[in-house]
């Protein structure tokens, strides 16, 4: 069975390399504890009430999962989160691999519960089908607020996949599992195959996810609805840009 390489948060160039050789890479010890408990602590006060199969996108359905909760205009619950969407690493990783000029596509709340099935393989990246290219257009952020494992529903991942035909189908004895401890992220690009994981525990597992685009491609939330422009109003300049906000004006960026 494939590994994921795991590496430290520190090692940049080792996380690029390995990501560019199989798609994906876990970065070790990427949140400092009091941030990775601050965070859970912040989501799990709004997760509370919430059904399983919530999904703010729409009616629960197979994809986002009957057993687990999902939501996105996380600056509305959090006051950590605009440190994450605006970290330093995520944001050079994303302009080495994207271009100088990059955008928050979505950030998401993912918390699998007791139970879930495992999803279905996709890619990213293909959430933009009209966007046919042979670099990426996606790089992702799944930063882990619980412990990953197999049994709770750990990222399912094909390393080298990346690579593929994309009709191809994973073996099973292709598939690695994106196991590591909270505040721990899995680091990946557009293209890669990977679904989440199946719970059979009866403990949660919470991620969350951040995805960074080309400045020309549309994202896939829309902050000033998710989140609302007085929340907006409230951002540094350089944030409010990265969520495609600007007070007056128009926004245009090339």
């Given at each position: 069975m494939p590994e994921l390489a795991r590496l430290p948060a520190t090692d940049?160039?080792?996380?690029?390399?390995?990501i560019d050789r199989d798609g994906g890479v876990i970065a070790l010890d990427f949140l400092p504890?009091?941030?990775?408990?601050?965070?859970?602590?912040?989501?799990?006060?709004?997760?509370?009430?919430?059904?399983?199969?919530?999904?703010?996108?729409?009616?629960?359905?197979?994809?986002?999962?009957?057993?687990?909760k999902r939501f996105h205009g996380l600056l509305k619950?959090?006051?950590?989160?605009?440190?994450?969407?605006t970290h330093p690493q995520l944001l050079t990783m994303a302009r080495e691999r994207l271009g100088e000029r990059v955008i928050i596509s979505t950030g998401e709340l993912m918390t699998?519960?007791?139970?879930?099935?495992?999803?279905?393989?996709?890619?990213?990246?293909?959430?933009?089908?009209?966007?046919k290219r042979d670099d990426?257009?996606?790089?992702?952020?799944?930063?882990?607020?619980?412990?990953?494992?197999?049994a709770n529903g750990a990222t399912v991942v094909v390393p080298g996949s990346h690579r593929w035909d994309v009709s191809r189908e994973p073996l099973s004895s292709e598939l690695a599992y994106a196991?590591?401890?909270?505040?721990?992220?899995?680091?990946?690009?557009g293209r890669i195959v990977h679904s989440g994981g199946a719970n059979n525990t009866s403990e949660p597992r919470i991620g969350l996810y951040v995805g960074y685009i080309p400045c020309?491609?549309?994202?896939?939330?829309?902050?000033?609805?998710?989140?609302?422009t007085d929340r907006l109003e409230k951002l540094a300049p350089d944030t409010a840009d990265l969520l495609c906000y600007r007070r007056s004006g128009f926004h245009v960026v090339l």
């Open positions: 940049h160039a080792g996380l690029q390399a390995a504890p009091k941030k990775t408990a601050a965070l859970r602590r912040d989501f799990e006060r709004a997760m509370e009430g919430m059904e399983w199969g919530y999904n703010d996108e729409g009616k629960p359905e197979a994809f986002s999962g009957f057993t687990t619950y959090s006051p950590e989160v605009e440190s994450i969407l699998i519960g007791n139970g879930e099935v495992k999803q279905k393989f996709h890619r990213d990246g293909e959430s933009w089908q009209r966007a990426d257009i996606l790089f992702s952020a799944n930063i882990a607020l619980t412990d990953f494992y197999q196991e590591m401890p909270a505040g721990s992220a899995l680091l990946y690009g020309w491609l549309r994202p896939i939330e829309n902050f000033a609805v998710s989140v609302g």
